[in-house]
């Protein structure tokens, strides 16, 4: 994604229950701007918009269930396992959804906002983010929390991390690192460290 934008932009990403909306949620309440990926990704498919009909042509009237919305775990069947399938479904909404973060980044009118992409460091695509801050913890804590989430057992919870990038991978691309295996409290005085970092470099960006 090729964005020109006014305000600096931090790239907040994470590994599965990581605590993404945890550090999310204390930057909003500090008033900093969200934009969520995750939530775009539905909204680009919701009822009568390109984003669906592209997928109705690509995939048939089969995704769809009885309200004409999208069924999520019908299309997921379909891609599951089919790395083609799923190429093409990332294809379709991959530029819908781009094109949607760089609307909401331009209207920005504080000086930082937050994007929210949990696959960032699986999408090399991210040179135009003027930072990117990693929600860390191990892999035993995940499993631990996608376990207790989402009663699941500890070997699926293992076989959706190894769907992502791994916790060094991640790393590699931060700028900065939150550590979220400590309390509430703490890691709120981390975020607010971060909120006026991050205040003082959009400072320097629009010199």
């Not at 500890?154 to 900065?176: F, G, P, T, V, Y």
């Not at 006026?196 to 010199?207: D, H, T």
Request: net charge neutral; charged share 30%.
């Amino acid at each position: 994604m090729n964005l020109k934008h006014q305000c600096f932009t931090v790239g907040l990403t994470g590994g599965i229950a990581s605590g993404k909306s945890t550090v999310s949620d204390i930057f909003a309440e500090l008033g900093c701007p969200i934009i969520d990926a995750d939530i775009i990704a539905r909204e680009v498919v919701e009822p009568k918009t390109e984003g669906l009909k592209q997928l109705v042509k690509t995939f048939g009237t089969a995704i769809l269930n009885s309200h004409n919305e999208l069924d999520r775990k019908k299309l997921r069947k379909i891609v599951f396992n089919d790395e083609q399938k799923l190429a093409i479904l990332n294809s379709t909404l991959h530029p819908l959804i781009g094109k949607e973060i760089a609307n909401r980044v331009k209207n920005v009118k504080q000086d930082y906002c937050i994007v929210v992409i949990p696959l960032l460091c699986e999408n090399s695509n991210y040179q135009w983010l003027d930072r990117i801050l990693v929600v860390d913890v191990s892999e035993d804590t995940q499993i631990k929390r996608l376990t207790a989430r989402d009663h699941i057992t500890e070997e699926l919870a293992e076989k959706m991390l190894a769907s992502q990038c791994n916790r060094e991978q991640r790393l590699q691309i931060a700028d900065d690192v939150i550590n979220n295996e400590q309390d509430l409290s703490k890691l709120n005085k981390l975020v607010r460290t971060l909120d006026k970092l991050y205040k003082q470099l959009a400072i320097s960006y629009k010199k």
